[in-house]
């Protein structure tokens, strides 16, 4: 996309890098367009008869990139970020979340969660900022699968769920969008399913991080979700047997 807007391939950044040496072909697709992606290397704007670029370009929206922002590799650039988040998130229209690509381990996991909540009567679309307030009911008519059960759990112990980080950037934010693979799935709905959860028995294991993001409230919940749990399969397997 920047090669079309006409950014050069001979540009040295404070590194001595040029574009192409931070290039990594990683996905399959990329070795189909290998063609034109060369050609567009081995050419200059001007060669491929581009419009000229002004000087300083501004298009659309900024952005802030953590990975791309902050040098992962360097510790005291991360230790400074945490300072930077107040000012960072409070400005932000919106935060993309990006958990890491999807895989059968927890394909499941959003739908599942937008199907509970839908059953509730709460739909996940139209769930538009974390301060909305929850009117989830305890009770609910969707039971999802152990694979589905499996699916959620994997899903929120994903390192971005895991992070110290987590509540300021929650607190500051707007509306989150979490990525998982292409699937997305808006933050506030998963802080409605955690809702929800705390106050039925759960599935959930009560050493998740993210429950600590319902507030201190949720503390003498969380100790009791799984023995709650454990009484309502107790009473279960009773009635089946």
């Known amino acids: 996309?920047?090669?079309?807007?006409?950014?050069?391939?001979?540009?040295?950044?404070?590194?001595?890098?040029?574009?192409?040496?931070?290039?990594?072909?990683?996905?399959?697709?990329d070795w189909e367009n290998i063609e034109e992606i060369a050609y567009k290397m081995q050419m200059?704007?001007?060669?491929?008869?581009?419009?000229?670029?002004?000087?300083?370009?501004?298009?659309?929206r900024q952005m802030w990139i953590d990975a791309i922002c902050i040098d992962q590799s360097n510790s005291e650039e991360r230790s400074n970020h945490g300072s930077l988040i107040a000012q960072i998130y409070c400005r932000a229209s919106s935060v993309i979340a990006?958990?890491?690509?999807?895989?059968?381990?927890?394909?499941?996991a959003p739908e599942a969660i937008s199907s509970i909540l839908r059953a509730d009567g709460k739909d996940p679309d139209e769930t538009m900022s974390d301060d909305t307030p929850s009117t989830t009911e305890a009770g609910c008519s969707y039971i999802p699968s152990d694979q589905e059960k499996s699916s959620i759990i994997r899903f929120l112990r994903r390192s971005w769920f895991e992070r110290e980080g987590l509540m300021h950037?929650?607190?500051?934010?707007r509306a989150i969008t979490v990525y998982c693979g292409m699937?997305?799935?808006?933050?506030?709905?998963?802080?409605?399913?955690?809702?929800?959860?705390?106050?039925?028995?759960?599935?959930?294991?009560?050493?998740?991080h993210v429950w600590s993001l319902i507030g201190n409230t949720g503390s003498k919940k969380r100790r009791s979700l799984e023995s709650r749990s454990r009484t309502k399969r107790t009473r279960r397997d009773s009635i089946d047997g």
């Open 183 to 208: 699937d997305t799935l808006l933050f506030s709905s998963i802080m409605d399913f955690l809702r929800r959860e705390a106050y039925s028995g759960t599935f959930l294991p009560s050493d998740l």
């Open 98 to 108: 990006w958990i890491g690509v999807q895989n059968d381990e927890t394909k499941l």
């Open 44 to 60: 200059t704007p001007e060669e491929r008869e581009l419009v000229a670029v002004p000087e300083i370009v501004r298009v659309g």
């Open 1 to 29: 996309m920047l090669l079309d807007y006409g950014a050069s391939m001979k540009v040295i950044d404070s590194y001595g890098k040029t574009p192409m040496d931070y290039i990594t072909y990683t996905k399959p697709k």
């Open 169 to 173: 950037e929650v607190a500051f934010g």
